[in-house]
């Protein structure tokens, strides 16, 4: 309930934005630079609370001082343990639209950047390994979960605000909420079996869901 408020808030921000971009007045510096390099910081909060620190870059072509494309990639070396279904170090790439309004030394805009976020333990796999023993039935099997990358979709969705001390030289703040689809996934759990007496694998699957993770993003960039 808690995401889907936010996204809708979100996205009232965006067309009210989009309703005042046509009447933009024009920015001579969108006209002289076209494209933005940007170094960025980020953080992304979970529902948990778990927050997880990247840093990354941006590329923003703006067609018209009112709307832009851009691609933005993070990194989160951390090992975060509990971070929705992901868990360990993890990697997102963004491509999107940028739309608002530009004045001569800031600027508000709304954005909608679909892409993924990848990690490297966000799944598990489970190993059963037999004892080398004849007959094997004195011994039990051993059982392993391996971790393993999984990729999600993820769309960016929130608003920014940036700042222009120099015809060159830009600020951003971006703030805003993550949408991760987790797909179903299914694990297979060792299991005890009264009538034989021995150990199972027993099927359990995670039905497919959309979490919100919220993100704040700051960088500076240079306008060519």
């Avoid at 391996?146 to 830009?170: L, N, W």
């Avoid at 979490?211 to 993003?217: D, E, H």
């Amino acid at each position: 309930m808690k995401t889907k408020f936010c996204l809708s808030a979100i996205i009232a921000f965006i067309l009210v934005l989009s309703s005042h971009a046509v009447r933009a007045q024009p920015n001579s510096s969108v006209k002289e630079h076209k494209f933005e390099v940007a170094s960025e910081f980020t953080t992304m909060t979970f529902g948990a609370g778990d927050t997880i620190v990247g840093l990354g870059g941006r590329l923003t072509y703006n067609v018209k001082s009112y709307f832009a494309l851009e691609a933005a990639t993070y990194v989160f070396p951390g090992d975060c343990q509990f971070c929705d279904r992901h868990s360990g170090r993890s990697v997102e790439g963004l491509f999107g639209v940028k739309m608002g309004k530009r004045f001569a030394k800031w600027g508000i805009f709304g954005k909608a950047r679909p892409g993924v976020i990848s990690s490297s333990r966000g799944q598990f796999d489970l190993v059963v390994g037999l004892p080398a023993t004849s007959p094997p039935a004195f011994f039990p099997p051993t059982f392993v979960f391996v971790p393993k990358r999984r990729t999600s979709f993820a769309a960016d969705i929130g608003g920014v605000v940036e700042y222009y001390p120099t015809k060159r030289i830009i600020t951003r703040l971006d703030f805003g909420e993550t949408i991760i689809h987790y797909a179903s996934q299914t694990t297979n759990f060792p299991a005890f079996h009264p009538a034989t007496g021995g150990f199972v694998l027993r099927p359990s699957t995670g039905p497919a869901q959309n979490r919100g993770a919220l993100q704040f993003t700051a960088g500076v960039g240079f306008r060519f």
